[in-house]
């Protein structure tokens, strides 16, 4: 009887605990409205590279994965109109940073992101700014923390490419003239 008790009680920590599960592509590709791109821009940006990111390891904590992270940033830059395998802009994204809560009923997640746009003509630098992000997921989210980890990575992944968006919409691509919006 004693074993029976022991037993269920290790299995329902188990299944309160639950295994990470790694970000997922499809819960942090930016499916929100229709942004208005400078023209120069437009089907024209290929990403060149994402690093900085971690695997999960399902006995510790969800992460963002470089993998998850570039299918999401191409993902929602189809759905904007603007990648091109061979576009004349290269974007390249490092995660410098993903700040996590170990425990907590809501877990906020910061991502720091490092974002450059160069023009690959005159290699010429157009955009190099970190986008930082944060999301938060309550205990009416999930239950389980680790589901709430994964979402608040994910919620902070999807954040961090919207803000990425927003600022791509702010360029001012003229004759040979790049800034920001003012």
Known sequence: MNVVKKTLAIATCLYLVGCASGAQVENMVYQGEQKVYPAAVQNNLALSSVSGGEDTNAAWTSEISDVAFSGAIKESLLEQGLFSEKGKYQLSAKIVDVEQPLFGLDMTVTTKVNYTLTDTLSGKVILDEVVK?????????????????QMANEGSGKKNIEALLNKLAELNIEANEVRLAQ
């Not at 992000?133 to 980890?149: C, E, I, K, M, Y």
């Open 133 to 149: 992000a944060p999301h938060t997921a309550t205990f009416g989210d999930a239950f389980s923390g680790v589901a709430r980890l």
